[in-house]
DNA sequence: CGAGCTAGTGTATTTTTTACACTAATTGTG
DNA sequence: CACAATTAGTGTAAAAAATACACTAGCTCG
């Protein structure tokens, strides 16, 4: 054992790309560096994993510092380990993206944070380490969850238009969508509560509040992983590949 | 600096998911461990990263050693880091999945591996270490690719046929495929070149050989990540969310 | 009370997916 | 040498999903 001795001289970290969205745009959660490396600079919220904790704990542990926040949505991404990405020696770093409610949460820079900051994706310029990197492979992958599955709540308050989250879909997607299909969609898929409520104060006709249905949103989860119904239209039934390509 | 330094008493690893197809039947390539720990058991091929080495470039190392095999395809999948998943200390470790054709290697046990061997994925046991749950992972990534991406061709030999690469995407996707459909979604992609030749010396009608066609792959891969080129219908154009779920 | 603004709605067309059954070409056997 | 066994190969109709598209409704503010 001996032998391994001078490969336990790594450290590893990890990253939180934290989305938010406000004002129609798109935000990740910045921090400004308080601490070397890259003082001064902003960054991804990370830091070490302690000895004792294991990644997905210190993910949440430091979003919570962060922001306050627990118990929310939360997923390993991808793991950079460059051999130079950090000047304080071999340290790779695990990335995980997380989905917020921007109005829910305070502001709570932790010890490695001088202030921590919304930044609207689409301007982040030159961050501290190799977090661009990070934070585009996040992005990525935002984009892809997106529409696959229907995170997009995780991001609006309780209440919301079906305008508001058509503005989140148009803005992580950066696309422009059709009003009507878009609607269309949503709708049946049955997700949304409507709670008979309109807007109050807005200088225009107002829109009906939604709520997002967790209850049937977990049925979807659980359905989206077993197989479908429609088994046996046959005795043997065959089915084609469903994706949209091979 | 200093108050860093407890941290830097980790390592960590890469371990390889290796993917081949034989006899109709999805196979993975294991090793029988030579040294501690685990020794005699079953585990994924991985190794230790060295301190000066990339961890893409540490994957391709323990795949290369193993099969002699360079440039195949090879990606990242997940990383795993239970506080307690290796008795030596605190190692986390990257996990690769590859794709690669049976025909084209040769088995190389190296230092860590008294012997390699395919194992067939459906029939994998109790394995080393926390690798159960890395080859379902790697598995699952699988499943999700091959309907994405066609990703099937990395495991079969040059020349198939239709019904060997069928075969090959039931396996995977663990279901049956309809035969006309398959051929139809296969033949409209454009990726496989006709090479007007046929099987010889089986006892049935002979059936038509293909070939992939790499050239396009790469158009195919561009235009999947580019914008469609359906743009423009009007003047503004308004596109609906196109995934198959929001 | 009208201008300005955003909400909200339906349908026809096109594209994609699905279901489904018979004939063709080869080898091995009696 | 024909016929049994085996896998290859093929087309179409129906259903479902995605797309394109334009007007009326309801509120505030001046």
Same mark, same amino acid.
């Given at each position: 054992m001996t032998e391994f001795n001078d490969f336990f001289k790594s450290a590893f970290t990890v990253d939180n790309v934290i989305f938010g969205f406000d004002e129609g745009d798109l935000k990740v959660l910045l921090i400004k560096r308080g601490e070397a490396p890259y003082a001064g600079k902003w960054g991804l919220p990370g830091y070490f994993v302690y000895p004792n904790e294991d990644l997905d704990a210190a /993910?949440?542990?430091v979003l919570g510092e962060l922001t306050g926040l627990r118990h929310v949505f939360l997923e390993q991404v991808k793991t950079f380990? /460059? $051999?130079d990405r950090h000047p304080?020696?071999?340290v790779i770093t695990v990335a995980y993206f997380s989905l917020i409610k921007i109005t829910d949460y305070t502001i709570q820079p932790s010890s490695i944070a001088q202030k /921590?900051?919304?930044h609207s994706v689409a301007r982040v310029k030159d961050l501290a380490f190799d977090h661009n990197k990070i934070l585009d492979a996040c992005f990525q992958r935002l984009k892809w969850m997106v529409r696959t599955?229907?995170?997009g709540f995780e991001l609006l308050p309780p209440k919301f238009t079906l305008t508001e989250l058509q503005h #989140?879909?148009?803005a992580i997607l950066e696309t422009p #969508?059709?009003?009507r299909n878009f609607r269309k969609k949503i709708l049946s898929m049955n997700l949304l509560i409507d709670l008979e409520e309109t807007q109050e104060g807005v200088a225009h006709r107002p829109a009906r509040l939604y709520q997002f249905d967790k209850t049937k949103y977990r049925e979807f989860l659980a359905e989206g992983f077993s197989f479908e119904l429609k088994e046996s239209k046959k005795k043997e039934r065959r089915?084609? $590949?469903e994706g949209s390509s091979i």
């Open positions: /993910a949440e542990r380990g /460059a $051999v304080f020696g071999r /921590a900051q919304w599955r229907p995170v #989140l879909y148009e #969508l059709d009003k089915n084609m $590949v």
